[in-house]
């Protein structure tokens, strides 16, 4: 099994900064796409950021510019540092990878808890 384990979720000033963490441990052998996705209360899930493994990025258009998403591929974690953030960004935030767990398996995807970011003065 694989698991994912996210932190630095919190509460936050408009204007401000957080950076959350997501890393996986388990039964790895090789780790695809990483990503996040976040949901706001009454409202569907969103798309806010994905990486390959070779680093390439693609991000929603509510957070380009502010949102920067990173991996680090030794330690399998995945980074978001998520800058002058809105109000609007207030949801709970959860991490995904797309993990082979042995040569030649496929890849299954896998899911963090998901953490709570609040954007509030």
């Known amino acids: 099994q694989v698991q994912l384990a996210e932190s630095g979720g919190g509460l936050v000033q408009p204007g401000g900064s957080l950076r959350l963490s997501c890393a996986a441990s388990g039964s790895i052998f090789s780790i695809g796409a990483m990503g996040w996705y976040r949901q706001a209360p009454g409202k569907q899930r969103q798309l806010v950021a994905t990486?390959?493994?070779?680093?390439?990025?693609n991000y929603a258009d509510s957070v380009k510019g502010r949102f920067t998403i990173s991996r680090d591929n030794a330690k399998n974690t995945v980074y978001l540092q998520m800058n002058s953030l809105k109000p609007e960004d207030t949801a709970v935030y959860s991490c995904?990878?797309?993990?082979?767990?042995?040569?030649?398996?496929?890849?299954?995807?896998?899911w963090g808890q998901g953490t709570q970011v609040t954007v509030s003065s």
């Open positions: 990486i390959t493994s070779g680093g390439s990025a």
């Open positions: 995904y990878a797309t993990v082979s767990s042995r040569y030649g398996s496929r890849y299954s995807n896998y």
